[in-house]
Every structure is written in C-alpha cells, then in structure tokens.
C-alpha cells in the first residue's frame, strides 16, 4: 500500500506547497496562542517555533526548508514591527542564525539520503527486471531441454541407425520410383531431421515440378528464384539458412535437400520451410545430407543386396563412390578391405562364406565365389574399427577352420581409407 508519508517523491508539487505553508503557519502562531509572554522561547532553552521548519526540511529536503525557516523569520519580525508581541519579547539573533543552520544541515542530509535511495531505487528495480527476464529464459529453455530429452530418450540420432533405415525403407519397395517412394521418404526425414513443415518435390533437369509428392504442415507454392532453391541447384548438396552461399538474399526456406545420386543427378527436393529450432545444427544438417545422397542412389540403382556377385561390380563402384564423397565432403569415415585366397581350399571356401554371413548392417560386399575375392566396404568405420573386424576375422577362422589366416594363405591385400582420389577408386575395386 502505497502512502505519500512514507513515499515524499510521489506527493505532488500543490500539496508540497501546501505542507510548507502550514507548517511554517503552526510555528508562527502556535507559540503565540501557547506562550504569548515569549513567544520565541528564548527563555526555556529551545526555540519551539524552529521544528516546523525542520521537519519540512527532514521531509521534503534543502529548499523547501531554507524557505520554511526564512518564513517563519520574516514574520517574527514583522510580528515584532506591528508590536502584536508584548515588547519585552526579544530576537536572538545567534540563536536564529544557528537553527537556519540547523535546518539547512537537515535539509541537505535528506536530500543526499534521497538521492541514495532514488540511485538504489533503480538499480534494484533494474536488477529486478533482469531476475524476471532470467527467470523467463531459464524456464523456457528448461521446458526446451525437457522436451528434447523426451523426444530423444528412445531415439538415438545415429547416422549408422538412418542409413539402415533408410535401406529398410527405400530398399525393399516394389516399385524403386521417387512418387511411390515419397511418402517414405519425408517420413524418414521428419523422424531424423525433426521436420514440422516440408514438402517433396519431384526434379526434372534441375526444376522443381508441383505438385508436391509428400509434404508435411500446410506448403505453399515453391519459388524457383528462391536463394536457397537456386544455392541448392549450383552446389549440388544441402544448403540451409547457416551457410554463407545462400545469404545473398531471404529466403522463405530453412533448408533445401536434394535427392542426389553419386553422378550428380538430381531426382528431387525436400523444400523445409520449418524445423525445430534446436534440430538447425551441422549434424542434423550432415544426417540429412548423407540420408538423401543414398536415397538418391537407391531410386537410381535397382540392386540393393548387400553382398554383391561380380555382375554387380558396377553398383559396388557407385557405393564406394558415395563413401568416397562422403568422407572428403562430411569427414565420414569409411573403410575398403580386399580379402583373398591365394590358395582355394574347402577351409577357405568355409571361412569366406561365413564372412558373407557375419556381414555388418550397412557393409557392402562384392564377392567373387570362383577365385574366392572379396571387397569389403565398410561405411562410417574408421581405423578402430578395421582393426577390431580384421582381429574378429583371424578368431572366426580358428575356431572355424582351426587354422590362422596365415596358415589358409588367406591374404588381405589392400587396407584403404577413404577418401582417395577418384582416380584411384576403378584400381582398387578389382576382383583380379
């Protein structure tokens, strides 16, 4: 409850006035009424009359005090001139000199206190605005990081998990086409990329066509003059909002994907005009870019058996191809093993089969059963990883055949990892 006691800065100006008047007034004709016979108190030891103005200088500081005590001065006097006062009355002037000092040493020490707490008065309501704006911002990122924890506790954002995903998916429809596949496909980019608002479209020599095959939230029409769509086209790979090749103007779009295959061809666009602002980051960004490369590759291609023979030699090319771009685009690293037998046995026969069937989720084989090869692919594995497959393979050949590696002439002629240059890709993937 706000009172103007307790508050002086908030009384206004009229009755500051007012107050100064009437306590100036009390102590002129109080005394008089009271003690007419000395009415300046000069013989009890202490000027009565002077506490008017001193609390006026106590509440409402230096000036209006000055003013009070000069006042109540002046009219004494003027009391005195028209002899209203019974004339033994006296003036001491010492006395008087001493309380205007009084009162401006009161006035002055309100003022200063004033001034401190005015000062401090806004440094605490400062600091009480930042508290609040604090307060606001920690809840909400409070509220944001619980809503990432919840939507994340059973979902690992794993690039190994999306790619299989992504072979489950694409890789097992009947008919390999972007229109049948579309409704798959942007289901697996709003799991992955937390997409709210985003829609498919298919491409034809690098132009987007309507309508959209799949979408997600209420789009609208795509802009072909639009600079992500346009950095999209030239770069050949994913632009979003972050990169500094789509800045040269604004774009409607957070991020724009294509459906891109190793040569380069586009089959289609994920247009994204909404995502979840904590999703905008370089390895969501990164999972969505390698996501739609091999989806890209898998409307191109119609093999998708893992372990390949030597007629699909080809398609095995395009894969390490992809692994190849990858690593030198994304720093994914990627392992290429070639396993052979320099002697054809009924062990060595036994322990190649078993390694086609110990095949991990995303490695890719091209096996030649005749002079017993084998080219081992083995995406998103890097040095550690190698070294732990090739320890696993020296243990299932003994407990398999009862003999090492060395003793079945079972050789592993080339350990790469990518990437290498393009060049050298079509030298190294042989089966001779």
């Not at 307790?6 to 009755?15: F, G, I, K, M």
């Not at 006395?95 to 005015?118: K, L, P």
């Not at 980019?189 to 095959?213: C, H, Q, R």
């Not at 072909?224 to 909002?241: C, R, T």
């Amino acid at each position: 409850m706000k009172t103007h006691f307790l508050r002086p800065r908030e009384v206004p100006e009229l009755q500051i006035w007012a107050e100064v008047i009437i306590f100036t007034a009390l102590a002129l004709g109080l005394p008089i009424l009271f003690n007419a016979e000395d009415p300046f108190w000069t013989e009890g030891g202490f000027s009565w009359p002077v506490l008017g103005p001193l609390l006026v200088a106590l509440r409402y500081g230096f000036s209006k005090g000055f003013i009070s005590i000069l006042c109540l001065l002046i009219g004494q006097l003027l009391l005195l001139k028209v002899t209203i006062l019974s004339t033994q009355s006296g003036f001491n002037i010492n006395a008087m000199i001493g309380y205007i000092i009084v009162i401006m040493i009161a006035g002055e020490f309100r003022d200063v206190w004033e001034r401190t707490n005015q000062k401090q008065s806004i440094e605490l309501e400062y600091v009480t605005d930042r508290l609040e704006t604090f307060t606001r911002q920690y809840h909400l990122i409070s509220s944001s990081h619980d809503k990432i924890e919840q939507m994340l506790a059973g979902h690992t954002l794993s690039l190994r998990e999306s790619l299989q995903a992504v072979r489950t998916s694409i890789g097992h429809l009947k008919e390999r086409r972007l229109d049948s596949a579309a409704q798959k496909i942007i289901d697996l980019f709003v799991e992955y990329g937390m997409l709210e608002k985003a829609a498919l479209y298919k491409v034809e020599n690098d132009t987007i066509l309507e309508p959209s095959l799949a979408s997600i939230g209420q789009m609208g029409t795509p802009e072909a003059n639009d600079p992500l769509v346009i950095a999209m086209f030239e770069e050949k790979e994913l632009v979003s909002v972050k990169d500094e090749k789509a800045s040269s103007g604004l774009s409607k779009y957070h991020i724009a994907i294509p459906l891109i295959d190793v040569n380069n061809t586009i089959y289609g666009a994920i247009l994204v005009e909404k995502i979840q602002f904590f999703a905008l980051k370089n390895t969501t960004l990164t999972l969505l870019a390698v996501m739609a490369g091999h989806i890209g590759d898998l409307l191109r291609h119609e093999i998708t058996n893992p372990v390949m023979n030597k007629e699909e030699s080809p398609y095995f090319i395009s894969q390490v191809k992809r692994a190849n771009k990858e690593a030198k685009r994304y720093n994914i690293p990627s392992q290429l093993l070639k396993i052979k037998a320099m002697s054809i046995s009924d062990k060595s026969t036994q322990l190649m089969g078993y390694l086609n069937e110990a095949r991990r989720g995303l490695d890719i084989y091209l096996y030649d059963n005749e002079n017993q090869v084998l080219l081992l692919l083995m995406p998103l594995a890097d040095e550690l990883e190698k070294a732990g497959f090739i320890a696993r393979m020296n243990t299932w050949c003994k407990e398999r055949t009862g003999n090492t590696l060395a003793e079945l002439d079972i050789v592993i002629e080339q350990q790469v990892s990518l990437p290498v240059s393009p060049d050298d890709i079509k030298r190294m993937v042989s089966l001779s």
